[in-house]
Structures are given as C-alpha cells and as structure tokens.
C-alpha cells in the first residue's frame, strides 16, 4: 500500500515488465512550509493537514531512485549526503534534515556502488548530489555521470546557482567527471532525458519504458502534490517561474499519457503516483501502491 503524505518515506519498490524501481532513501527532510512555500496559500494547509506532519512542517525525504533492468543498474540522483540539522538558506532556517543512509540502504538493497553503471542527475542540487563524490572521488566508481548540457553551462562558467553544492566538494570533481546529455536522448536502455528548465537552468526529468508502461522521474519540477494541481504554486529554489510553468506543462503532459507512473522524490511516502482528473476537471496525485522493503532509513527529531 502507499504510506502517508506526511511521512518520511519507506524504501519502496516497484516492478513493472521486468523493470525494478527502488527509492533508495538517503534521509529525511521537513520544510518550514512559510519559508519553502511561501505562495502556496494559508488556507491550503489549513483545509488539508494531511500535507503536513506533527510539527506543522512538509515532509519530504532525499535518496536516489534506482532502475535496474536485465542486470543493468542506473541511479537517478545521489541524496543529500550525510548532513543533518537545520536547513539555511541567507541565515535563514527553511527546513530540517536527518541524512546519510543512502550506502547502508543501497547495501541491504544487495549492490555495491560499483554496481551503477550511470548515475544521471536530475539536476545539481545539494539533495540531489550528497553522494556523488566523496574525499574528491567518485562514490559510484563505475557509473558515467550523466549532466543535461544546460544545468552545466552556468557552472562552467562559473556562475554561483542557488541551491547548488559547494564548489570543491561536487563542481570541480564533477567537471573532470560527467558526460553531457540533450533532450530527448536516450541515456541508458530504454531511459529517456526530458530537459524541463526553470526549478534550476536545465533540470532533467527521465522517462524510464518498462515493457507498455513508463514511469517519469519528475526531479523537482514539483516538490508538493498540489502544485500538480496549482501549477502556478512555486518552490523556493525555483530560479525562472515561466519555465517551471512550462516544465509543469511538459512533465503533466507525460504523465496523463496512458500507462505512466510518476517517481517524485519529495512526496513524503507517496513517491510513486498517477496523474488523474478529479469530478471538477482539475488534476491530482493519486499514489500508486509500491512494496515498502525496508522502514525510512532516518527520521527527525520531534
């Protein structure tokens, strides 16, 4: 069965054709929901204080999603990493995290960093590349790390991108260590990169085929399930709110296709869910039920 809106998330797994998809958590994050949310309205968590958990806060855990097919493994995002306590943004707190577990849970899954072949990210995020390098090297020594060409041009440059990691810690490995990719292209097996900028300058989602289904990482081109609803509800990260309307338009498209399944990392336990239209014509997240193998790894302090 799907877990709670307001929960960290279980390790959950789904198979389709063949195809096994595995959130592989990291930890746990809960967001300061004025902070993080600030144009979602107030009456939105008062009408639904399912969205938030004891403290009033919107969970949303870390880790990476893992696609394993014909004994071949490809890992979309790393996690946060091992970090825990508030979360600053300009000295100021906008959430709260409990990290570090992904290489513990990607072992009780049965593999070794070395057994990812690609690690393809979604885009350049602190909690989405906690675990790509570590002292310098690459935590996943075998995996291509796969960078849509538009999320890397501004760190080439040098610019500073909101959200984005310390540059000795993830940039300056990254750049002697990553493959640049486009839209549209496939990626690995059956993997497809749809660039849908705006939450970052080239933020990716991938489309996995499994068999006559698809299931659509979406990143972070939303971190709630009711900005599928309120595409216009935006995200503190976001860096260009036209494109994330647009990359909401796009990955919304994808996801009413017939047979897709949508993976969103940050829908407390509801990662894996359908796109369906509600009796007022508007769209909702129905969570699609996924086997819980192994309890959320780490959990916040009350």
């Given amino acids: 069965m799907a877990g709670a809106l307001n929960e960290q998330s279980a390790v959950r797994v789904l198979e389709i054709a063949g195809v096994r998809f595995t959130y592989v958590?990291?930890?746990?994050?809960?967001?300061?929901?004025?902070?993080?949310?600030?144009?979602?309205?107030?009456?939105?968590?008062?009408?639904?204080?399912?969205?938030?958990?004891?403290?009033?806060?919107?969970?949303?855990?870390?880790?990476?999603?893992?696609?394993?097919?014909?004994?071949?493994?490809?890992?979309?995002?790393?996690?946060?990493?091992?970090?825990?306590?508030?979360?600053?943004?300009?000295?100021?707190?906008?959430?709260?995290?409990?990290?570090?577990?992904?290489?513990?849970?990607?072992?009780?899954?049965?593999?070794?960093?070395?057994?990812?072949?690609?690690?393809?990210?979604?885009?350049?995020?602190?909690?989405?590349?906690?675990?790509?390098?570590?002292?310098?090297?690459?935590?996943?020594?075998?995996?291509?790390?796969?960078?849509?060409?538009?999320?890397?041009?501004?760190?080439?440059?040098?610019?500073?991108?909101?959200?984005?990691?310390?540059?000795?810690?993830?940039?300056?490995?990254?750049?002697?260590?990553?493959?640049?990719?486009?839209?549209?292209?496939?990626?690995?097996?059956?993997?497809?990169a749809l660039v849908t900028p705006g939450h970052s300058p080239g933020h990716t989602s991938y489309l996995v085929e499994a068999g006559a289904q698809r299931v659509l990482a979406v990143g972070d081109v939303f971190h709630l399930p009711a900005q599928i609803t309120h595409p216009d509800w935006p995200s503190r990260p976001d860096v260009d709110a036209a494109g994330v309307l647009a990359a909401r338009r796009r990955v919304v498209a994808e996801l009413e296709q017939p047979g897709t399944i949508g993976f969103a990392f940050h829908f407390g336990d509801q990662a894996f869910g359908r796109v369906v239209r509600g009796a007022d014509g508007l769209r909702y997240w129905q969570p699609v039920e996924a086997e819980a193998v192994l309890p959320a790894p780490r959990l916040l302090a009350d």
């Fill in 25 to 192: 958590v990291d930890g746990a994050m809960a967001m300061v929901r004025k902070a993080f949310f600030g144009g979602v309205p107030a009456a939105y968590w008062t009408e639904h204080p399912e969205a938030l958990d004891a403290q009033g806060r919107v969970a949303m855990s870390a880790g990476g999603l893992l696609v394993e097919r014909e004994g071949r493994v490809l890992l979309v995002d790393a996690g946060l990493g091992d970090v825990r306590g508030p979360v600053l943004v300009a000295g100021e707190t906008v959430g709260y995290c409990n990290s570090g577990a992904l290489p513990e849970t990607l072992a009780a899954l049965g593999h070794r960093p070395e057994d990812v072949e690609a690690v393809a990210f979604t885009h350049i995020h602190v909690d989405h590349t906690g675990w790509a390098f570590s002292g310098g090297r690459k935590f996943f020594p075998s995996a291509a790390y796969l960078v849509a060409r538009a999320e890397w041009a501004p760190h080439e440059r040098g610019e500073l991108i909101p959200g984005a990691p310390a540059r000795a810690d993830v940039i300056e490995p990254l750049a002697a260590s990553h493959r640049l990719i486009a839209d549209g292209e496939e990626v690995f097996p059956g993997v497809r």
